[in-house]
């Protein structure tokens, strides 16, 4: 094996690696007196010289049987995820989540890299093994990030249930691939596809499948995996949540994307209305019916906006998964289109959240009451992301779901009554549900007064920069979609 | 890949013997009990005879949970240090990129305990 090649494959993550150690270094050395803006210049820098790596490293390149795979796909997301993950490093700093954060700066944005490095090394494999560690990794910084900064208390209980839940999720995901590799004898995606589609399919090869369907169930927070998700979205800090809400879903959503399509997709059956046969699509229809109704109506009763985000992000992932059924190469683009822009507008509502979390002391929908005329910055950009998330043109978010539910209706033969009509339906509808709890939280913001003693909100200049930018760029693909579905067209003609 | 369904029915009868092998015992004994021996509870018969010392005080005690940071330290450099084990067998066979490999690790778990000794985990209060 040639070592360089390997190093000149993996450089981002090499960077994203050495930058955490630096961070660790410099908590061990710094101590408590205001090291924030090194920190964060640190975090700033080791996540551009990744993101320089991976615009100026190899193109394509598939190293030890899948284990390490480059090509423009993996470059895109990577890309995606470190721009989001700088987000939310900017979140993150100074004066960040109130109290607890002293003097533990460094240490926050080194779970959060690491976090971020087992994320990028689940995007850039198809090795069912090493999919698992990276996803391990990414899990369980992920549940220091929810406690690290935050007082103790309610935190500590969300994290018990994510880590909880995230053990259980975790193995169930690694004994269902112990199923599928006893099935095909490989745990490389493309050798796997190759097996399925040369052979009958083994009696057990739909139990590996279905639990690792529960595995990625909780990683994208899907009914009825979702219970963590409310609790944690609440109780976390607001960075934290944010990217749990944003990197780690999209992630989430590439990986379960790539390995059903890529690896599975001889096996997927069908869930047409009258056509069912045996596969993974009737799950997944299942998991996005439930996610859509359960998600969305539970977000109607909630009173904390945290919580109602958590439950939103439950009801996209039904609809994202609703697109993942038809699994043809227009279902993936959508599903990875909306799950990059769902990553947009959840950073910046999240960031939202906290800036009204620290400045009144708590996020209930009466807490964003008179934000439209305290905080106009603040309230626009919530108000572009809670538009984009309900799907109204011409933000962004109106397009995918368009296409999420256009690449839903695309299968099946032609002229007549696409069999997912049922599903998109049903999603229309919920859709139609999720715009009344958005409203909810609009009008507080713009219609209802300010309460006489509100304490002014203020931002970090980062904070705000972070959220403006994430606006724009919901506003700007909504009008020119085509910047980010023309490389992901690109790039996904390369895989299929 | 031979597949077979007729080959998992043995699975299939062997799963069935073991749910049988644990419920079975159970519910014997919970008949023996029903028709056998009848409820007698006393202080004598609630004792721990022959199961341990009886119970003192309450079950929720404060207790040093700096153990724990201990424990997490010593499986660090006790478990991880396991596997320098193979690299040290095959040494002398190894490239440059494997032995710098090790290193990494190596540095790895000493940044660990400098981190710990820095933050002060390693002094007992």
Sequence with gaps: MNYLELISHVLPEIAVLVTALVLIGMGCAGGSRGGGKAVLAVTAAGLGLALAAVVFGPESGRLLEGMIVVDALTRLFKAVLLALTLGTALFLFPGGEAGGNEGRGAENSALLLLALLGLLVVVGTENLLLLFVGLELASLALYLMVVFAAPAGRPAEAALRYFFFGSVAAAFLLFGFSFIYGATGSIDLRVIAKVLAAHPVEPILPLGVGLALVGFGFKVAAVPFHLWA?????????????????????????????????????????????????????????????????????????????????????????????????????????????????????????????CVLRARGADRLEDFAGLGRTAPAAAGVLALALLSLAGLPPLVGFFGKFQLFAAALSGGTPGTVPGLLWLVALALLMSAVSLYYYLRVLKQVFFAPAPADA??????????AVCLVCGSVLVLLGLFPSLVLQPLQRALVQLF | MPSDPQAYLTLGIFFGIAVAAALVPIGLSHLWLRWFTPAKPGPSKHSAYECGIEATGPARIQFKSQYYVYGIVFLIFDVEAIFL??????????????????????????????????KGYLNWK
């Excluded at chain 1, 043809?328 to 959840?346: K, P, Q, T």
């Excluded at chain 1, 304490?455 to 705000?464: E, I, K, N, Q, V």
């Design chain 1, 230 to 354: 409310p609790d944690v979205y609440q109780s976390a800090p607001a960075p934290a949540a944010g990217f749990i809400a944003s990197a780690s879903k999209v992630a989430g959503f590439f990986i379960v994307a790539k390995v059903l399509v890529l690896g599975f997709g001889v096996v997927e059956g069908s869930a047409d209305w009258g056509a069912f046969a045996m596969g993974w699509a009737p799950l997944v229809a299942v998991l996005a019916a439930l996610s859509m109704v359960v998600g969305n109506l539970a977000a109607l009763a909630q009173q904390s906006v945290r919580r109602l985000l958590a439950y939103s992000g439950i009801g996209h992932s039904g609809f994202i998964l609703t697109a993942l059924v038809a699994a043809n190469a227009e279902a993936v683009r959508a599903v990875l289109f909306y799950s990059v822009i769902y990553g947009v507008a959840s950073l910046a509502a999240f960031g939202v959240a906290g």
């Design chain 1, 455 to 464: 304490a002014p909100t203020r931002d970090t200049s980062a904070g705000t």
């Design chain 2, 85 to 118: 084990i193979p690299i040290a067998v095959a040494f002398l066979d190894l490239p440059l990129g494997a032995v710098l490999v090790a290193a990494v690790f190596v540095l790895l778990l000493l940044e660990s305990l400098a981190w710990c000794w820095a």
